[in-house]
């Protein structure tokens, strides 16, 4: 467990000798999960949900960034653990691949991890979240919509605390914030252009669910990544 803030950490998770970093968002009357992990890890994230001194009970909702597997893995068995008990958030656009009713659009893993495409999670997207919605938890949850890793990205904003939680719109590598990949981006410059929308927030912290945490002068490395 990572804290960033008061009432921000990540939970850094791994399979093999991949870490990827959900993060929970939470105060004394509730807790919420952004992205879930690849199947299986749901026992590292109830534990890193405890470990920051949050009962797991006091999850209520999870944010999908977008419906990869390894960002929508671990929720059918979070909502087992819940007792059907939580909210599932996502854009309407990646909606049917998380509910099952489309094929996921990418499932290029590792030959190590090649037997989870024949259980594949289907959970129901309980809410839709859109372009410039604001959840009215922890001092505002901002919504940003960054398509292009996936058709329905979403990246969120945590304008009490200037954090950014890019999901997969950036990856960090070593503290330094990189752009949107062709290896792993269905729509290049879509994606591209997506980056340029954290521009209009005043972003002191970037949480990337590939690297974890990037503090160092993130705003001049946003505006870097900008392609004008």
């Given at each position: 467990?990572?804290?960033?803030?008061?009432?921000?950490a990540i939970?850094?998770?791994?399979?093999?000798?991949?870490?990827?970093?959900?993060?929970?968002?939470?105060?004394?009357?509730?807790?919420?999960?952004?992205?879930?992990?690849?199947?299986?890890?749901?026992?590292?994230?109830?534990?890193?949900?405890e470990?920051?001194?949050?009962?797991?009970?006091r999850?209520?909702?999870?944010?999908?960034?977008?419906?990869?597997?390894?960002?929508?893995?671990?929720?059918?068995?979070?909502?087992?653990?819940?007792?059907?008990?939580?909210?599932?958030?996502?854009?309407?656009?990646?909606?049917?691949?998380?509910?099952?009713?489309?094929?996921?659009?990418?499932?290029?893993?590792?030959?190590?991890l090649?037997?989870?495409?024949?259980?594949?999670?289907?959970?129901?997207?309980?809410?839709?979240?859109?372009?410039?919605d604001?959840?009215?938890?922890?001092?505002?949850?901002?919504?940003?919509?960054?398509?292009g890793?996936?058709?329905?990205?979403?990246?969120?904003?945590?304008?009490?605390?200037k954090?950014?939680?890019?999901?997969?719109?950036?990856?960090?590598?070593k503290?330094?914030?990189?752009?949107?990949?062709?290896?792993?981006?269905?729509?290049?410059?879509?994606?591209?252009?997506?980056?340029?929308?954290?521009?209009?927030?005043?972003i002191?912290?970037?949480?990337?669910?590939?690297?974890?945490l990037?503090?160092?002068?993130?705003?001049?490395?946003?505006?870097?990544l900008?392609?004008?």
């Amino acid at each position: 467990m990572m804290k960033v803030a008061e009432g921000v950490a990540i939970i850094p998770i791994n399979i093999g000798n991949i870490t990827l970093n959900p993060t929970l968002i939470w105060d004394e009357n509730m807790a919420i999960l952004i992205d879930t992990g690849m199947p299986g890890q749901d026992k590292q994230i109830i534990d890193g949900i405890e470990r920051v001194g949050t009962p797991f009970d006091r999850l209520k909702s999870v944010i999908l960034t977008h419906q990869d597997i390894d960002h929508i893995g671990s929720l059918p068995a979070l909502i087992d653990h819940s007792g059907n008990n939580l909210t599932v958030y996502a854009h309407e656009l990646d909606k049917p691949f998380i509910e099952g009713k489309q094929p996921l659009l990418k499932l290029d893993l590792p030959e190590d991890l090649q037997h989870l495409v024949h259980n594949l999670p289907i959970v129901k997207v309980d809410r839709i979240l859109n372009e410039g919605d604001v959840l009215p938890f922890f001092g505002g949850v901002h919504v940003i919509f960054t398509p292009g890793h996936t058709p329905g990205h979403i990246s969120l904003y945590l304008k009490q605390h200037k954090i950014l939680i890019a999901g997969d719109a950036l990856y960090c590598d070593k503290g330094d914030l990189k752009p949107p990949t062709s290896r792993t981006t269905l729509d290049l410059v879509a994606a591209q252009k997506s980056v340029s929308k954290f521009l209009d927030f005043d972003i002191h912290t970037v949480i990337c669910f590939h690297g974890g945490l990037c503090t160092n002068n993130v705003k001049e490395q946003l505006r870097g990544l900008v392609i004008l």
